[in-house]
C-alpha cells in the first residue's frame, strides 16, 4: 500500500498497522507499542480536556499550568512556571542531557478559545467524548445531553468512552472537546511518545525543552517578553512548533513559516447622531453606503488586494512555486468541500495564495438596534478587518497601505470621533483603529532543522526501505506568535502539525481523530530518537 493512498478518506492503515519502523528508531518503538501507550494515556487525556482553558480567564490557566508541571515531571522532567501577568507559561526541560547532542525547544500552546456551550453537540466542551460516524455499528452511550439547535446534526454518535481505554481502537472514532485538536492534543502526544521510549528502555537522541504557551489564542502578547527574560533557560539549537492541522492528503507535513495577523477597525463617520431615514433620507450621506463602497474600492471582481502596493514585497523563485505546485491539494475536492464554483485569483494555487497578504471583512456593523435593523440613517458604520501578513509586508507597512489607500478615496482620517470643525471642514470623514499586529515568520526550505525534520519524518513512515512522501508546506495560512518567540531567541523553526485537518478548531465541536493521535505521538517519538546535526 502506498502512503499517498492509505491516508485517503479513511486515513486508516498507516498509523495503527506493522509497517516497518524508522531508521531513526529502535525497533522497539513499533507502532503497536504506540497505540498501546496511548490507550494506556487516554483517561489522562480526558482529565486534562475536562479543565476549561479560555485564554481569558487567568484562574482557569493557572489550574491547568498547575497539571502540566505535574504531568511533565511524572515523565522525568523538571518545571518552572514563567510568570506572564497573570497567567503563567510552562518550561519544562528533560532530565537526562547528552552534552554532545543538540537541543531541540518544543513549543505547544494549552490555552483555548471562548466556547458558547449550547453550540455543542454534547453535555459540555469541558466534558470530552467519544463519538462514531453515525450508522458505523459501535455501541451507543446512552444520551447525557438534553439537546439543542446543534444536536440536531446526524452525522456523528456518541459512543461509551469506556472502550477507548480497552480492547479494540477504531483509529475513525473522535474525541470531542474543547482543544481536544488546538492543542492540548500534540502535549498528550508528546507525553505518550515519553511514555512509549521508557517502555522500549530508550532515551532521546536529543536535549529536550519544552514551553507551553498560555495565550496564544490571544496572540501571545507577552512571549516575546517572557523568552527574552528566560533567554538562557530557552537557549537550544532550533524550535519545533507543533500546531495547526496536517495536510489533508495525510502525508507527513512540515511546515516553514507563517503568515502574521493584523486588525484593522475601520469607522466611516456620518452625522452627528442616528436620523429619522424618512425625514433624512436623500439629503445626509449614509456612512453604511460610503463604507461599501470604500470596501469594494480594495478588491476587484477576482478577489485581488487593489490597494496600491499591497503584494509588491512577494517575490516567488520558480523553485519555491515548483514546491507549492507539488503539495497535493486536490482543488476539485477543495472546492466541493468549501461549496464554492472558483477560487480567487491571487495566486495559481492555495498554497500560492497563501503567500500573498491577504485583506478579509471579518465583521460589518451599522444601522442597528441591538440585533435589529433599524429606518436610520446611521451615524456611523464600522467594519473589522483581518490582515494576514507576509514577510516584507508586516503589520506597520499593511496599515499604512490602508491608510493611504483610504486617504486617496478623498476622505479625512480622524483620530477617532470628529469635532465640529472638523465635521464642518470635511465632506468624507473616516478613522482607523490598530488593533494588535504580528509579523509572519520564515525558515528557509533548506535549512537545517527543515532538512531533519521532512527526513526523520519519511523514515519513520517509510515502507520498507521506502521512506514515506512528505507535504512542505512554504508559509501556511494561519498565525502562530512565531515571530515573537523566534526575535526573542534568534532561532530558526519549523512546523509540524500533527491533527487532522477536519478539526472544527476554534468553533464548536471541535475533535481530534484517535487514529492522528497515534500518528501523532509517532511521529513526536521520531523526532526525539532522531539526532540533529547543524
Not at 513549543?107 to 471562548?114: N, Q, R, S, T
Not at 476587484?300 to 503584494?311: N, Q, S
Not at 472546492?335 to 498554497?351: H, W
Request: charged letters at 25%.
Amino acid at each position: 500500500m502506498r502512503l499517498s493512498r492509505c491516508f485517503g478518506a479513511s486515513l486508516c492503515a498507516l498509523f495503527v498497522s506493522a509497517a516497518a519502523p524508522a531508521r531513526a528508531q529502535s525497533p522497539a518503538v513499533t507502532p503497536g507499542l504506540i497505540e498501546k501507550t496511548a490507550q494506556a494515556n487516554f483517561p489522562e487525556f480526558f482529565e486534562m480536556l475536562s479543565l476549561p482553558n479560555d485564554s481569558i480567564v487567568a484562574a482557569d490557566i493557572r489550574k491547568n499550568a498547575d497539571w502540566l508541571e505535574a504531568a511533565f515531571q511524572k515523565r522525568g522532567f523538571t518545571t518552572k512556571q514563567l510568570p506572564s501577568k497573570d497567567k503563567p507559561l510552562v518550561f519544562a526541560e528533560y532530565g537526562r542531557k547528552n552534552p554532545n547532542a543538540r537541543t531541540i525547544l518544543f513549543y505547544i500552546h494549552f490555552d483555548g478559545m471562548p466556547v458558547v456551550p449550547e453550540h455543542w453537540a454534547q453535555k459540555s466542551p469541558w466534558d470530552p467524548v467519544l463519538k462514531q460516524r453515525r450508522g458505523s455499528g459501535a455501541p451507543v452511550a446512552a444520551p447525557a445531553f438534553t439537546p439543542s439547535r446543534a444536536s440536531a446534526r446526524t452525522d456523528w454518535e456518541e459512543i461509551d468512552k469506556a472502550q477507548l481505554f480497552s480492547g479494540k481502537i477504531d483509529p475513525e472514532w473522535r474525541i470531542f472537546g474543547r482543544s481536544s485538536s488546538d492543542d492540548k492534543g500534540p502535549i498528550m502526544m508528546l507525553l505518550t511518545a515519553f511514555d512509549a521510549l521508557k517502555a522500549a528502555s530508550l532515551e532521546p537522541e536529543i536535549n529536550v525543552k519544552v514551553l507551553l504557551d498560555s495565550e496564544e489564542e490571544k496572540g501571545s502578547p507577552d512571549i516575546g517578553a517572557v523568552a527574552a527574560a528566560h533567554r538562557d533557560l530557552l537557549r537550544a539549537d532550533a524550535i519545533v512548533i507543533h500546531d495547526g492541522p496536517m495536510h489533508p492528503s495525510g502525508q507527513p507535513t512540515i511546515t516553514f513559516g507563517n503568515r502574521g495577523n493584523i486588525v484593522v477597525e475601520l469607522t466611516v463617520h456620518g452625522p452627528k447622531a442616528p436620523l429619522h431615514s424618512g425625514h433624512f433620507g436623500n439629503y445626509a450621506p449614509n456612512p453604511a453606503q460610503r463604507l461599501a463602497a470604500l470596501l469594494a474600492s480594495m478588491k476587484d471582481d477576482e478577489g485581488r488586494v487593489t490597494i496600491a502596493g499591497y503584494y509588491d514585497s512577494v517575490k516567488l523563485s520558480d523553485a519555491e512555486r515548483a514546491i507549492m505546485g507539488a503539495v497535493p491539494d486536490n482543488e476539485p475536492e477543495l472546492l466541493k468541500r468549501l461549496g464554492i464554483a472558483k477560487p480567487e485569483s491571487v495566486g495559481r494555487n492555495l498554497q500560492e495564495a497563501i503567500q500573498y497578504p491577504s485583506l478579509n471583512i471579518r465583521g460589518m456593523v451599522s444601522a442597528s438596534i441591538g440585533d435589529k435593523g433599524a429606518n436610520i440613517v446611521p451615524s456611523n458604520a464600522v467594519a473589522e478587518l483581518d490582515l494576514r501578513t507576509t514577510p516584507g509586508a508586516g503589520p506597520d507597512r499593511l496599515a499604512a497601505l490602508i491608510e493611504a489607500h483610504v486617504r486617496s478615496k478623498g476622505y479625512y482620517i480622524a483620530a477617532g470621533e470628529p469635532n465640529d470643525d472638523e465635521r464642518a471642514r470635511h465632506d468624507r470623514i473616516a478613522s482607523l483603529t490598530i488593533q494588535r499586529g504580528s509579523a509572519a515568520a520564515f525558515t528557509p526550505l533548506d535549512s537545517p532543522i527543515g532538512v531533519w525534520a521532512q527526513d526523520t519524518l519519511a523514515r519513520a513512515f517509510a515502507e520498507g526501505e521506502t521512506p514515506a512522501k512528505t507535504v512542505r508546506i512554504r508559509m501556511m495560512g494561519g498565525s502562530v506568535p512565531t515571530d515573537k518567540l523566534v526575535d526573542a531567541l534568534g532561532l530558526p523553526f519549523v512546523i509540524v502539525p500533527l491533527v487532522n485537518p477536519d478539526n472544527n478548531q476554534h468553533s464548536f465541536d471541535e475533535n481530534l481523530r484517535v487514529g492522528h493521535f497515534f500518528s501523532g505521538a509517532r511521529s513526536m517519538a521520531a523526532l526525539l530518537r532522531s539526532p540533529f546535526v547543524k
